[in-house]
């Protein structure tokens, strides 16, 4: 009997997954893969300004507005199980004991890959924050020593998913895939994030342009296969093949 | 009725395509593929010290033993097609005509993958010049206005092969392909090339400590794939997937 | 008496400048500046599949249509002069005496600025080549014993414009210029390109979303000032200035 | 009304806004900009040596003795308002009080740009610290949801100033700033650091050769601006602008 | 009187620096240098695989098997000193005492050179963070304000050994060191370490392979001096000298 | 009996040995090695603005003027042979028959280490020229085929000496030399170059500065060697050495 495929997805705040990976989860729910989200923020200081620019709202009102969205988002994506850590956000802060909450959520999804943010980010600390934590939970999850008895991770790939201004952050995609079969849950999940309208056609945008570089990567003028909306990724770590 | 698959590894020197993807050309020929061989040059005045110190070599003499050394290598290796360019070595130098009959092969062959050099060898500069013209070629193979009416290049992927002390060379290996079962094939080949016998320990050595590169990132402790030799790849170009 | 502004565009291929620099081309002739552009090619043989697919053509009516389509496209952007070297592509090889010619325009020109490729592109090796020899030639056009007697030519920046797959090429902008107001005839100039209808969309999303960047960086969610289209370019020296 | 030009410059140490911006905060002053400038440490364990190597000196003296030294160069180069935030040096410790204070000055300035020091130094671990610490701050500051009612932070540029060892910091000047005519304040400030005598001519040298970079950049041997003295500049943000 | 030379190698985890600078270590001990090795943890969670796959063991028994390989790999070197910090893994966390404990090390043993890991290691976080902080403690030990009346640290140099799997990490060795004639002292340090029996034959590989580096960089087919061992290095800092 | 010691400067342009090398070579003469200078080009046209902008100069009146001041310079460092290629500059074009004219140089010499420019200069071309043929040139004279029978070269190490602007070059020291002994000598060679009298307080300031970053690496405060004037280099190759 061959283990349930599943992915982990670990977003700074709460929109991130929904802007930078929709696609991949939906695509890979509708495979048969359970994803799992964990939203380590609300972004409810620093990616909610709509909402305080709205008279009455808290801290809590916000965190709350924030989650109603992010879940909303993934039930459109068919999200397996979505996880709020609320550590706080501008600054994300990750001590001893968040970062061994994420080695339990690590080692009871089991992983085939994993996703964060780029390595670099001078607008947004909290992104490369997340992903310098990623990899150490990822790390320890693999230490037999830690919770001994449990089952240690192997070595998942951790894709790191598009920020925002690629260039400025130094990310390169080595990898395009195609997300037009699950468009429809992407961008209904989109719409979930109604404080940030200003960026639904920015990520429209980029998922068209995006499938131009899966066309011009599989054949160009010469037969690239068609592809009408996609999603970069950079991989962090070397595959294994059995074939090129 | 689909395409046969096929591959084109361009060397800058005779026995190049031997040592550093040898293994990925046996294993694709075993797996159905038909691999081209394009040896620019014999490597005949770099790469042939120890018949430059036996008494009696000439330039043309030394042509013929490396031609012979490379024809046994590709035998062993099952290798389809050996083309010798003999456009001369240290240095290499390739005109208009040279580059348009690779593209001759290249879309002759329309390989599903081509294989090259690291981007910069400040030891061996034909190697990095190698891997230009080998991109330049692709591009022109690729041009609709280039010898209109044959079948143009899509968009393979360009995998640069393993150098010779890879960390001088900016050079770092995205893909592990195990070449286990085929280990035998690469071994005698590598044994043809009578005039260097003193990598073939060198390169042994290269493909266990791949291979525990490919066990380690297939998995690591927690139950990584055995393998006992494999061989590394830096891809030029990203990938398009259906699935992560 | 003040010098007139000018500026320089040096495109590889025919239809290079307008994508990547109709709206800097339009916006600067409004401002005053005389554009010249130079076409190194027409592109007739690697940019203008449509037309090999269309049946008669031979590569001298191509460079025609090309010709036909640049020439408009620089009426609607208003264009000062366009020049067609007509080197050929797939692959530009440009010789001493196109050199010496590329001098004579930079001299007679003598750009405020200049603009051409990155630096660096796998897909395509006539870009980063045509912006080899636009530093060679800038150097050039700055030696006083070239042509002694001539104006020799200051310090202008060289502007790399935007590529295909920026992140590919290690293209990274460091400034952002708003379009918004000539946009309607960097539109018109795309429309021009009639063979390349399938990048239009294309690029109207990179100018969509480079407004919001240079939003971003203007002032974000805390009055960034509005742009609804902008293009980006990398500055390759160093700016020299009297207050930051 | 437009509001009063404002810049903050972050300094790890108490001198370190001399030698690299003393200049840039001169200028600017004159200009009519009002400069705040944060010390995060009296560098008082690691930068003062020559007042440790004199009998009787204890941490609280060495602290005075580089306050007055600080203000005085302040006052010679007319700052606006100077902070010591008296963090400790060699390790520099910044919590999440001292980035809230930081957080607080920023909001406050409403800096038209920032300054702080390079992204790397092996040497020294508090200067790439503090720029960690400023970007971080910074994105604080645009957070509508810290300290709701505040008028939040725009995007003000960050300038990296000029490093010791500018090669083994990988610092790369985007930007050089004639500051020949508040040269004789800078010198001023530079000479009110007498625990440091040694770099007095160190930074007049570096200024001088600045000034020849200014002036090959502006138009080199065919007309380049003069200017004696200079100071060099790397910029994290791109620019936005209406014109190249 | 000359001082004795001395040197400090900071490993993460117990066995580190035996695989990565046991030769290093054994050489310069015969030499007449005093190498002290401090430990900053015992590898126990992370590391130490096969002893958690042993029915009993705790963390306690762990820790105590993996000192003693550590202490028998330190005697078969020659080790003049080694520490162990008990500092935990997976993650190694180094607190203001921890640090001023390193420094403590660092004044007394004043070493002639330092090493210590690569720069970047996605694998492995404990890596990078211990040469994080061996620069930190570098500097608070050259700090004449820490501990006045102390003897402070010069410049020694810093030197990074070799990691697992380099080209992902980034490392590029910059000399190669001949270990040949203390070879039987690293093997039997190597063979100390009998939890990770898998990485024998690795190391061994290593070391012939970087031979052949040597042997290829100082002289090559020319006369390049035979070496059966090397390790190699990457220095963080410039040489200085009185001939090149 | 032990082969002299040599080495081997290629230098672009007449004067560029003078101001990056100088002491370098002063030095080493010295200490009784033989320097070895080939000028590729005189830099009549593009280093030569002083006399261009003098009435009546021709290309080969500044030729022979340039050739007086390199001639005059080398006297003054002791340079033991110095070859004018005269291959032109700006551009600068080395042909088949310059590359083995420049082999049989490097094979005569048979140097202890070579010496050339930065890897990248978009100032000027013909600099990063030079450094790319010095390393075919070096691959050449190495190879036992090319004119079988003379002595092929071992592996010397190739040090690039000190750009003009060396951030914008990404040219990093990793040695520093003294030469404070020879600064008569340099400065001496430097006041030869009469048309370029705008750079010679440029280099003194550098020189100062280098000696500066000498001190700071021998031990900075801490007793770092004093040294007045030094020059850097960056080293393409690993050194081979039996102590760190």
Redesign the interface.
């Known amino acids: 009997m061959t283990a349930k495929k599943t ?1 982990l997805v670990i977003s700074a705040h709460a929109a991130d997954f929904v802007w930078r990976a929709g696609g ?1 989860i939906a ?2 729910q509708k ?1 048969g893969y359970d994803i799992t989200v964990v939203c380590l923020s609300y972004g ?3 990616e ?2 709509k909402l ?2 709205t008279p009455g ?1 808290t ?1 809590e009102s ?1 965190k709350a507005a924030r989650r109603n969205e992010a879940e909303a988002a993934a039930r459109a994506l068919g999200v397996h199980d979505i996880q709020f850590f609320d550590l706080g ?3 994300l ?1 990750i001590g ?1 004991d968040a ?1 061994f909450r994420l080695v339990d959520v690590i080692r009871k999804v089991q992983p085939t ?1 994993m996703m964060s943010h780029s390595f670099y980010d ?5 992104h490369a924050y997340a992903t ?1 934590i990623a ?2 939970c990822r ?2 999850a ?5 919770n ?1 008895g449990q ?5 998942p ?3 790191l998913f598009e920020p ?5 952050m ?9 997300v037009t079969e699950v468009w429809d849950k992407k961008i209904a999940a989109v719409q979930c994030m109604e404080g940030q309208e ?1 960026l639904w ?2 990520y429209v ?2 998922a ?2 995006r499938a ?3 066309k ?10 068609d ?1 009408r909306y996609a999603e ?2 950079q ?10």
């Not at 001078?122 to 909290?126: L, R």
């Not at 925002?164 to 400025?168: K, R, V």
């Not at 130094?170 to 195609?178: E, H, N, S, Y």
């Not at 991989?235 to 090129?244: A, G, I, K, N, Q």
């Open positions: 992915a991949a695509l890979h495979k409810e200081r620093g909610s300004a305080w620019k709202n801290l916000v956000d501008y600054p802060e001893r970062k890959f001078p607008y947004n600390t909290d310098k990899l150490e790390m320890i693999q230490a037999w020593g830690h001994p089952k240690v991770l192997g070595a790939q951790l894709y925002h201004q690629t260039e400025q130094g990310w390169k995609p080595d990898v395009f895939l195609d200003h056609k920015y945008n980029v068209e342009n131009n570089h899966f011009r990567n599989s054949g160009g003028q010469a037969g690239g296969r592809a970069g990724f991989s962090v770590f070397p595959r294994t093949v059995d074939e090129l």
